[in-house]
């Protein structure tokens, strides 16, 4: 998605217009409409729209973060405290993992999760995401980030007997009945892309980062 796509569909979820959010950043609603419609690339208003959208500045003008790989969170980003709560995964079958519901962990939290309430880390098993996720890592999770296509996203199913069970996957592409996924090392006899129903794997939640293993 380019830069005005994002802008476009993280407004229309949030029910902004373009003169509100125009209104929130200090700009007009011409601008937007430009931002929008890409012809303006570059805006010095793109830090407070990212803000006032809930988006990281990164999603919306990645130049100024040259030379840092998707999702390597560098250790300059570390905001300080270890608040940050770790789940465990076990191993659930069909590329599916069962998360506990208790955190096991907790770890310094990186700049993409400040001040972000509910904001997790998930320890990855598992190889069905190699080499963006090895087993061991941890993947860094904003629950409250809008699904967009072409990011690894956390997808969990209705909790039943207790379990809670979810799989790690990249989002290709979401319908109203099916979130369309790939696996970069599907299991032997699974293909790489592949389809979840809505109905049964109701919440999506983006990743942002992972702390690796190594």
Known sequence: MTVG????SRRKMLGYSQAKLATAVGTNQQTIDKI???????????????????L???ELDPESFPGTPTGVIPGEALAGAR?????????????????SSDPVDWVLRPAP???????YGLIVVGESMLPEFEPGDIALVNPHLPPIP?????FYSEASEGEVRAT???LVRVTPEA????????????????????????????TVGKYSRR
């Open 83 to 99: 608040d940050l709560p770790v789940h465990a995964a076990a191993e659930g079958g069909k590329g599916q993992i069962v998360v």
């Open 113 to 119: 999760l400040a001040n972000v309430r509910g904001g």
């Open 150 to 154: 072409d990011v690894t996203c956390v």
């Open 168 to 170: 790690v996957k990249r």
């Open 36 to 54: 929008e419609k890409d012809i303006i690339k570059h805006s010095r208003f793109l830090p407070k729209i990212a803000h006032e959208l809930g």
């Open 179 to 206: 979130w369309q996924l790939r696996q970069w090392n599907p299991p032997a006899g699974e293909k790489p892309d592949f389809k979840l129903p809505r109905t049964e794997w109701s919440k999506c939640h983006r």
């Open 5 to 8: 796509e994002i802008v476009h």
């Open 56 to 58: 990281r500045l990164e």
